[in-house]
């Protein structure tokens, strides 16, 4: 297995460090007014888009926080790297490569025209496990006999990464399941192709369950921090991974996990991070530590307006991006 580098001796954050960069990006961006809440999940419309939370944890276990850090909202997209953990841990790196595919795709997380393209390019037409189309595949990928058996394996997953027992938004499992016909398109399309195993239905099932578990920005960076640890989750200290797939999940959020932002995200802050729809935001210095914000308001790719802008203000003053 992969050695963790240790982190440089001057790498460590200290607590006034932390605490002072997480209070200034706190205050100079609440006030942002772009944005808006996700609107084509019902129930995610509804949520005060004024909410606005940043959390630090170190690889030693250090937490830090600024606002609404401990306010309850749907975890949604940012799901994907966790599950994608448990894939690469259940079925290896080469199976996620040939059967899902690993390359940005350039286009919006729902595209149908990029699998499509995929197809027509003899690549795997799901592009990569951080859009819609990758993610159900990864679902349908986790070793299980049964729709429960599936989908409390990936919980206890997202539970383990959190160091806690994370409810579900009933409310947005119901709204998004009612409403989730686009990905439904996606699910049956990629049957087609016979490149989604078993029941694509099934498999978009447990998906819409694992987007609405409901999770804090403090669970976030938690989940962050674990990967910045190699895999193991430095406020419960139980191994939830292997260290190479840690690095695997930190190597495709560094490519694919802004959406068609990606490169930009990257260009810009330098650093592994995933957001979702529902606001919320995480990224990762590898050896060091995970910052985790949440600020509902969204810009056209699907990011967090304030949360984007908190990340980077808070890597640049701490030197996290990892070149
Ligand atoms: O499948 C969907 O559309 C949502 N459950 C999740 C999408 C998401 O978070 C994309 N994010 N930026």
């Not at 595919?101 to 995929?118: D, Y």
Request: hydrophobic share 40%.
């Amino acid at each position: 297995a992969r050695k963790t580098p240790p982190a440089a001796a001057d790498a460590e954050v200290s607590a006034a460090e932390a605490k002072d960069a997480l209070q200034r990006a706190h205050s100079r961006f609440k006030g942002v007014k772009e944005g808006k809440n996700a609107d084509y999940i019902p129930s995610l419309a509804k949520v005060d888009p004024g909410l606005f939370g940043i959390v630090l944890v170190t690889v030693d276990g250090r937490v830090y926080s600024v606002g609404d850090s401990e306010s309850p909202f749907a975890i949604e997209s940012v799901s994907k790297p966790f599950t994608l953990a448990r894939v690469l841990q259940d079925v290896g790196a080469a199976k996620v490569e040939k059967k899902i595919g690993t390359n940005a795709t350039g286009e919006p997380f729902n595209s149908i025209t990029a699998i499509e393209q995929n197809k027509e390019a003899n690549r795997p037409p799901a592009g990569n496990p951080l859009v819609n189309a990758g993610a159900i595949t990864a679902v349908s990928m986790v070793p299980a006999k049964s729709a429960d058996e599936r989908w409390t394996r990936i919980h206890d997953t997202l539970n383990d990464f959190a160091g806690r027992e994370l409810p579900v938004n009933e409310e947005v499992y119901r709204s998004e399941s009612a409403t989730n016909t686009r990905n439904r398109a996606i699910s049956w399309l990629l049957k087609s192709y016979d490149a989604l195993p078993g029941d694509p239905m099934e498999a978009l099932d447990v998906y819409t369950r694992q987007c609405s578990v409901n999770v804090t920005a403090k669970d976030l960076a938690i989940m962050g921090a674990t990967l910045a640890n190699g895999g193991m989750n430095p406020v419960t200290g139980k191994r939830v991974v292997d260290s190479d797939n840690a690095q695997k999940v930190l190597s495709q959020m560094l490519t694919t996990g802004l959406y068609e932002n990606s490169g930009d995200w990257s260009f810009t802050a330098g650093l592994p991070a995933k957001s979702g729809v529902g606001g919320g935001i995480v990224a990762v210095v590898p050896g060091r530590f995970a910052v985790a914000t949440f600020s509902p308001p969204l810009d056209k790719a699907g990011n967090s307006v304030r949360g984007q802008k908190a990340v980077e203000s808070i890597i640049t003053e701490l030197g996290g991006d990892i070149f």
